[in-house]
């Protein structure tokens, strides 16, 4: 069993934080990955800030071993953060300019033939403002989160919930 983070640190793995810092809690995703860059705690992965996921992103996953997205959530069922499993699904979200994560991963099958073992890791927000930095709660989630990913020992294959 290893950790998370251990699960995501090789040449061929990548921690995707999808959002936008200057609307809040939003930034999640990014500050999750601020984090890891600012303590070196990811190895080798590929570390990657978007504001949406892209139909190009396929072709970089088809090339990937292991992808831990990140987000933020609005779930009200997510007190602190969630860790799951994504199943490959073209799902109403699919388009050409915003893709969900089951969709990303189905376009990843389809097109590159493979897909990577993959987690998503949401994290809960509360304000959703033009505005840069995170709100008190969300950065105390944040915090949560990160120390689960870097201590909580998860295997390669289940699902892992955390402060849900």
Not at 113 to 125: K, S
């Amino acid at each position: 069993m290893s950790t998370l983070l251990e699960l995501v640190s090789g040449r061929d793995c990548l921690v995707y934080g999808i959002g936008n810092a200057g609307r809040e809690d939003d930034g999640l995703g990014w500050a999750f990955v601020d984090a890891l860059e600012s303590s070196g705690g990811c190895g080798d992965a590929l570390l990657m800030r978007r504001y949406q996921l892209a139909l190009e992103d396929a072709d970089l996953l088809g090339r990937m071993r292991r992808v831990l997205f990140v987000d933020s959530t609005r779930a009200t069922d997510v007190e602190t953060y969630a860790v799951t499993r994504p199943e490959p699904d073209l799902d109403v979200t699919f388009t050409s300019h915003a893709l969900s994560v089951p969709a990303l991963l189905e376009t990843t099958r389809v097109c590159a033939g493979r897909m990577p073992e993959v987690w998503l890791l949401a994290i809960r927000g509360y304000r959703w403002n033009l505005r840069i930095g995170l709100s008190h709660a969300a950065y105390g989630n944040l915090e949560a989160a990160l120390r689960a990913a870097r201590m909580t020992a998860v295997a390669p294959a289940p699902a892992l919930a955390g402060g849900v």
